[in-house]
């Protein structure tokens, strides 16, 4: 299977540009919440890194 942005962007449920997960973070970093981003494999999150690199501000 192809890896696609749009294809991450069904895997997430969300799309990490428009519409990126909020952290409600109070000084401090909470390790119990486990980052949505856990379900990409290696090669997708290497793919999504590049793509938002070059499509971002």
Do not use: Q, V, W
Request: aromatic share 12%; hydrophobic share 35%.
């Amino acid at each position: 299977m192809e890896i696609t942005f749009e294809s991450i962007c069904a895997k997430l449920g969300f799309n990490p540009i428009t519409n990126p997960p909020r952290y409600d973070l109070k000084g401090y970093e909470d390790d119990s919440k486990e980052s949505p981003f856990a379900i990409l494999d290696l090669e997708e999150i290497e793919f999504l890194c590049d793509y938002m690199s070059k499509h971002m501000n």
